[in-house]
């Protein structure tokens, strides 16, 4: 495949011998796989051997032809040829509940495909996938951590987020510049009760890391209406947005709501 191709794709190509252990990490009983991005179908090999229903969505129509040649003899093998962001998956889950959801992701939309998933993990089993170590990284991040942001928060109000293993640049070809992670989401039994003004309230809270959360808040809220909210809360005056949980964000949310 030539590298402009691969460039436009975002594709890296798995190694069969990570694929299989990556597969392994999966522990699927009668619940159908949702594989996003399968690319040549390296892991799809491996999910196939789960004797599961899997659908695969790939952008990509000669990735699509080769799969669809490779897996012809399996009939629990089907492919669509769609941009996973342009795909229903609600209409999936509602069609196959408790599915898994998986995939090697595309390093240039890795973020947005996560972001857009997780409204619908409480439908599924889970994610189990992979993504540029520095995103899981932030995926995972708990608060006070370097790597905790608005992400981090998105993301944990629904899931349940972990790291499962590191995967270098050799395992891939072409060998990316960075080192991959794979990560489990699994849906909260109980996700965060926010608006998704909340979630807007989170990036702008978030928008001058490292500082206090108070004066990112200023330029649209009153200083003095985020230091007695604070109060309400028993925070000091001088705490950031990565100290707080996504629960506590939310109870400082709907403290600063109360006053104005």
Do not use: Y
């Given at each position: 495949m030539d590298r402009a191709r691969r460039r436009k794709f975002?594709?890296?190509?798995?190694?069969?011998?990570?694929?299989?252990?990556?597969?392994?990490?999966?522990?699927?009983?009668?619940?159908?796989?949702?594989?996003?991005g399968p690319g040549h179908g390296a892991l799809t090999q491996h999910l196939l051997k789960k004797n599961t229903p899997l659908l695969a969505v790939e952008i990509d129509e000669l990735c699509v032809s080769v799969l669809r040649e490779k897996f012809a003899e399996f009939q629990n093998f089907s492919v669509v040829n769609q941009n996973f962001l342009d795909f229903d998956l609600r209409k999936f889950l509602d069609v196959n509940p408790k599915a898994w959801i998986t995939g090697n992701l595309p390093y240039n939309v890795s973020t947005a495909i996560v972001a857009d998933l997780m409204p619908f993990l409480k439908y599924s089993s889970g994610f189990m996938g992979m993504v540029q170590l520095e995103v899981a990284e932030r995926l995972c991040a708990k608060p006070a951590s370097k790597a905790y942001g608005s992400l981090s928060v998105w993301v944990q109000a629904h899931a349940q987020a972990q790291i499962v293993r590191r995967v270098g640049p050799e395992n891939f070809s072409p060998?990316?510049?960075?080192?991959?992670?794979?990560?489990?989401?699994?849906?909260?039994?109980?996700?965060?009760?926010?608006?998704?003004?909340f979630f807007e309230w989170v990036q702008i809270a978030f928008s001058m890391k490292r500082k206090r959360i108070a004066n990112s808040l200023s330029k649209h809220f009153e200083k003095a209406l985020v230091f007695e909210a604070l109060a309400s809360l028993g925070l000091s005056e001088n705490t950031r947005a990565e100290e707080l949980s996504p629960q506590k964000l939310l109870d400082l949310y709907q403290a600063l709501q109360s006053k104005i």
């Open positions: 975002g594709q890296n190509f798995l190694n069969d011998a990570t694929a299989a252990l990556i597969a392994s990490d999966l522990l699927v009983s009668t619940e159908s796989i949702l594989e996003i060998k990316p510049n960075v080192d991959s992670a794979t990560i489990m989401l699994k849906p909260l039994e109980c996700p965060l009760q926010a608006p998704i003004a």
